[in-house]
């Protein structure tokens, strides 16, 4: 089974500067997509980026970047120049690449970002 | 239009009541999903819907109904719940082919059980 961890629950970060949100995850999948997902207070779950396994390039999206080491089954989250609207809960997710639709969630890491 | 929209936002309910959640996308998607998500906690599987038809279960008690009437919409029918029901039920959809499998989601309804 596929099982997605995040071990940091809580991050907090100062305004303008860099975090990064760590994700491992375990599979005996060769192909598969993984995501970042925030979910601000207001709680509607926002897809932030997303890396095919199958593609060696980091996935990058403005301010948002991953780092993705297949091999060691990591996928890392750094934002750059946090803003306030940082500020939100943060879930890695798994999807295969094949077969059953459903995304396999990690615990989440709540990120508090200070003026 | 990449919106997923639900109704109703709250909804209170008794235990002997029968309610409904309706949830709508236009963006093409033939997956879709109903998740329950409690507070501080990740989002959890309850039905996955592919080509309206019912494809994933996941061992949800019967006092949860999910009905795909056509590839735009999906009701969950709530009846008989517990205390222990009381969350947020979030829905999502996706593509079912191609590279973009990321799944769309709702804003949610929070769900009180009384």
């Known amino acids: 089974a596929q099982t997605v961890t995040q071990s940091q629950p809580e991050m907090s970060v100062q305004e303008a500067e860099t975090v990064t949100l760590s994700c491992t995850y375990d599979?005996?999948?060769?192909?598969?997509?993984l995501f970042w997902y925030k979910q601000p207070p207001s709680r509607q779950m926002i897809l932030v980026i997303r890396q095919e396994a199958y593609k060696q390039q980091n996935a990058t999206e403005n301010r948002f970047s991953v780092n993705f080491q297949k091999a060691a089954k990591s996928f890392s989250l750094k934002i750059s120049d946090s803003q306030l609207g940082d500020a939100a809960m943060y879930f890695c997710a798994y999807r295969r690449e094949t077969g059953a639709n459903n995304l396999f969630f990690g615990t989440g890491t709540r990120l508090t970002v200070i003026p | 239009d990449t919106e997923v929209t639900q109704t109703p936002k709250h909804l209170v309910m008794g235990m002997t009541n029968k309610k409904s959640l309706k949830c709508e996308q236009h963006?093409?998607?033939?997956?879709m999903y109903w998740y329950k998500q409690k507070a501080k906690k990740p989002p959890e599987l309850m039905f996955v819907y592919s080509y309206e038809k019912l494809s994933i279960n996941e061992s949800v008690p019967s006092r949860f109904s999910p009905e795909c009437p056509n590839s735009s919409l999906l009701n969950l029918h709530l009846h008989a719940l517990q205390p222990e029901d009381s969350a947020l039920y979030l829905c999502a959809s996706s593509r079912t082919s191609g590279s973009s499998y990321e799944q769309y989601f709702g804003p949610g309804t929070r769900l009180t059980v009384t």
């Open positions: 599979t005996s999948e060769s192909d598969y997509y």
């Open positions: 963006m093409g998607h033939r997956a």
